[in-house]
């Protein structure tokens, strides 16, 4: 099973689009996305030094546009990533563009959010001086007790050993004077400390612009980064993409979904490395290709040719198929083969190693089959129930 996934902030590097804009049609996709992200992305992707690029409400449509495109670089045609892509997933920001890949969003509605959040983003790090420290190895219960003692949260949990912490610059320094037994500290090139409780003013803004925008449920299994539950709502996955601005990453849950599902190989979008730098050691044995410049795409062919595989989803329409969000064992409710539920019913839980986590018709519909049993275990996108759409809301 191929996964692909995008990179979050503090992945740019400067000039790192240039190679790219030498395909045909790439730098006309660029300037389109530019308009609508009111930027000229081309030259922050070519010219613009580093600390252009890492203002935040800079980098974001940057790496969301470079994703987005270098994607049509890979599959031309986008519906041919449904029949070869198993699982998609992004980092932080990333996350944007991977909705957008599974068909939730469209690009330009990508643009317009992103756009929105780079801003709101920025301006919510404006308030207080804030930022964030890559804290590398070292015990993690001593890494967890250290940021617990200077007030700091872990905004991303990246697995490998690698936790980001984030919080005021007094608090980050407090760390640095006494960190970690055994951990080495690695401050980050970000605006602020996002996924924490100083981006709450951002979710604000973003919340409103997601009422007025429409959503279609993914047509390939989405990875969310919350708690790496596969999300198959388009409602859920956009207000997973709201909330987690001032939430903290979970990267290591999405990997161990990536496994739970059987991901065999994993392609990371440019500006790519970060990512696959982590999978390497936390996923042994799944191949993985980052994505850097148009020279990385015979590879990447070949690896989406050796294991490519539909997702079940865009077999079935979402709103007649319900998933497992998690790997666990499956806890059936009452309902039976011809009831009908109304939008929002439970038909389950998922009882996994971390939690419960209950599985909900978002649209309603009348029950056709049961293809688990109570008490089955169960996979990540694993289809659960299949809903005639018309009835029962």
């Known amino acids: 099973m191929l996964a692909v996934v995008a990179p979050g902030q503090g992945s740019q590097t400067?000039?790192?689009?240039?190679?790219?804009?030498?395909?045909?049609?790439?730098?006309?996709r660029m300037h389109w996305l530019s308009a609508v992200a009111g930027m000229d992305l081309v030259a922050h992707g070519t010219t613009s030094d580093a600390e252009t690029i890492r203002d935040t409400a800079v980098a974001q449509p940057l790496l969301v546009a470079s994703a987005l495109v270098s994607a049509l670089s890979l599959f031309p045609h986008p519906t041919d990533a449904f029949r070869v892509v198993g699982a998609v997933a992004g980092h932080s920001v990333g996350e944007i563009a991977a909705a957008?890949?599974?068909?939730?969003?469209?690009?330009?509605?990508?643009?317009?959010?992103v756009r929105e959040r780079g801003r709101a983003m920025a301006e919510a790090a404006a308030m207080t001086p804030t930022g964030m420290t890559a804290v590398l190895g070292g015990d993690a219960e001593d890494v967890a007790a250290a940021l617990a003692r200077h007030g700091l949260t872990a905004a991303n949990t990246n697995g490998a050993g690698q936790v980001v912490a984030a919080g005021t610059?007094?608090?980050?320094?407090?760390?640095?004077?006494?960190?970690?037994?055994?951990?080495?500290?690695?401050?980050?090139?970000?605006?602020?400390?996002?996924?924490?409780?100083?981006?709450?003013?951002?979710?604000?803004?973003?919340?409103?612009?997601?009422v007025a925008m429409s959503t279609h449920d993914p047509r390939t299994r989405l990875i969310s980064n919350a708690d790496g539950s596969v999300v198959h709502d388009g409602r859920d996955v956009l207000r997973r993409l709201v909330r987690q601005v001032s939430a903290p990453v979970r990267w290591d849950l999405c990997m161990q979904s990536m496994a739970d599902l059987g991901v065999t190989a994993v392609i990371e979008m440019p500006p790519?490395?970060?990512?696959?730098?982590?999978?390497?050691?936390?996923l042994p044995g799944v191949e993985t290709l980052a994505l850097k410049t148009p020279e990385d795409l015979p590879a990447?062919?070949?690896?989406?040719?050796?294991?490519?595989?539909?997702?079940?989803?865009?077999?079935?329409?979402?709103?007649?198929?319900?998933?497992?969000?998690?790997?666990?064992?499956?806890?059936?409710?009452?309902?039976?083969?011809?009831d009908s539920l109304?939008?929002?019913?439970?038909?389950?839980?998922?009882?996994?190693?971390?939690?419960?986590?209950?599985v909900l018709a978002p649209h309603g519909g009348t029950v056709l089959e049961w293809l688990v049993e109570d008490g089955d275990p169960v996979t990540p996108g694993q289809p659960l129930l299949r809903l005639h759409p018309e009835a029962g809301g």
Not at 314 to 332: C, E, M, N
């Open 14 to 28: 400067p000039g790192f689009l240039g190679p790219w804009l030498e395909l045909p049609g790439f730098a006309e």
């Open 100 to 113: 957008a890949g599974a068909g939730v969003i469209c690009a330009e509605q990508a643009m317009v959010f």
């Open 169 to 210: 610059m007094e608090q980050l320094a407090a760390l640095a004077a006494d960190p970690p037994t055994k951990a080495r500290l690695i401050p980050l090139q970000v605006a602020g400390a996002f996924h924490t409780e100083h981006m709450a003013a951002a979710v604000a803004v973003l919340a409103r612009y997601a």
């Open 272 to 282: 790519a490395g970060t990512l696959t730098n982590l999978m390497r050691r936390a």
């Open 300 to 338: 990447a062919q070949d690896l989406v040719a050796r294991h490519g595989s539909a997702s079940p989803l865009d077999h079935s329409p979402t709103w007649r198929l319900l998933i497992a969000p998690a790997s666990g064992t499956f806890v059936r409710g009452g309902a039976a083969v011809g």
């Open 342 to 358: 109304d939008p929002g019913s439970r038909i389950g839980l998922v009882h996994t190693r971390r939690d419960d986590q209950p």
